[in-house]
């Protein structure tokens, strides 16, 4: 790996950091998409690399993201640069067993994630018409064994005819009294797919004990998933969210101990680190049940930092940035990923010797982190 992360200084500029660091200009402009080359923000993290180079922290293992069919071709493309697996978001179905397929065509993203060296994965979820997750339609699929062949039967013969290379299941809300039959369910989608050598892997809630209560967690069976699927896909991520108080999206220590309680449920190489590729920005005051934060991208955050004059700082328990700024006379604050936190996640995946990560999800642009694991 031969990278450097320089993070800003009051007064740096773009030549006095290409001057010592012989890294031309418009070079450091273009990996870290600089829309303001002109303000530096202090406290900002720039990716320095050669020309030809890049960070190697991917080290062989799984570079994952999810995608909905609609994202802008030009950032999918340009995340298939570090990829191995691109997972398309979503394929359903519906009480009577019938997959569904994404209204708007994934033919295009298989073409292109083939065309760049990447597995193409297919994303079943229990999606309803507006788009929230069905418990409802997990239980009836997971109770009932003639529904389960049905779908696995029409979920083979899309992955035949499109190309697709894997499953990635990703039910939440699951019941707690469907938990056994859930992990059954992708035991049984294994058995179909490995023999036609495709791999399956669950999507599977944060949890930091067996005992640990809520409607997120309870239905997941850390040690039966992993024994019913290829790999388990970790969601690390959402500890801040969208009508949550602010607060880092991915804070390492909290991750660390999702980490430390998988593997000692799941063999460590079975496991997926999940990373977010997005942030928040919350106006302040927070109020529970009223403030809703607005979901921003890691690049766009750096923008706002720059536009408004902000400083970014770098909280060491959580190893996230942050920074606040005031705009039209409200108060805000954005938590967002940057390639500091990035680097320390990956740090995490080789501490414990997991198999790689996945992230949630491409939709937006953020070339520094392709180049950091390529």
Not at 57 to 73: N, T
Not at 240 to 251: E, I, K, L, R
Not at 295 to 316: C, D, K, L, M, R
């Amino acid at each position: 790996m031969i990278f450097i992360i320089y993070v800003v200084k009051n007064g740096d500029t773009l030549e006095e950091i290409s001057k010592e660091t012989q890294i031309p200009v418009q070079k450091i402009i273009a990996d870290n998409q600089l829309k303001y080359s002109d303000r530096l923000v202090p406290g900002q993290a720039l990716l320095l690399l050669g020309v030809g180079e890049t960070g190697g922290l991917g080290d062989g293992r799984i570079i994952g993201g999810y995608a909905y069919p609609f994202i802008d071709p030009p950032v999918l493309e340009e995340a298939l640069t570090a990829l191995s697996e691109m997972l398309m978001f979503s394929y359903g179905f519906t009480f009577e067993g019938n997959l569904i397929a994404p209204p708007q065509g994934d033919e295009w993203m298989i073409e292109r994630t083939k065309s760049a060296g990447a597995q193409p994965w297919m994303v079943l979820t229990p999606l309803s018409s507006e788009g929230a997750f069905n418990n409802q339609l997990i239980k009836v699929l997971v109770e009932n064994q003639e529904l389960q062949d049905k779908l696995i039967g029409q979920m083979l013969a899309v992955m035949q005819e499109k190309g697709y290379e894997g499953v990635d299941i990703d039910f939440e809300y699951i019941l707690p009294e469907n938990r056994e039959q859930y992990a059954q369910f992708a035991g049984r989608v294994r058995e179909t797919m490995n023999g036609y050598g495709y791999k399956v892997t669950v999507a599977a809630a944060p949890k930091v004990s067996a005992r640990q209560r809520g409607i997120l967690v309870e239905g997941m069976d850390y040690a039966l998933l992993g024994q019913n699927a290829d790999a388990v896909f970790l969601m690390t991520y959402e500890w801040g969210y969208t009508y949550g108080p602010p607060m880092a999206v991915a804070p390492l220590d909290k991750v660390r101990e999702v980490v430390e309680y998988a593997v000692t449920q799941i063999q460590p190489g079975q496991l997926i680190l999940g990373i977010p590729n997005y942030g928040y920005d919350w106006t302040l005051p927070y109020e529970r049940g009223i403030s809703r934060a607005r979901s921003i991208g890691n690049v766009e955050a750096v923008e706002i930092a720059a536009e408004n004059g902000a400083t970014i700082e770098y909280a060491q328990i959580s190893q996230s940035p942050w920074f606040t700024y005031r705009k039209n006379g409200m108060e805000h604050v954005v938590w967002f990923e940057d390639v500091r936190s990035i680097t320390a996640k990956w740090d995490l995946i080789r501490e414990f010797g997991l198999s790689g990560a996945r992230y949630w999800n491409l939709m937006r642009p953020f070339r520094a982190n392709w180049l950091l694991v390529r």
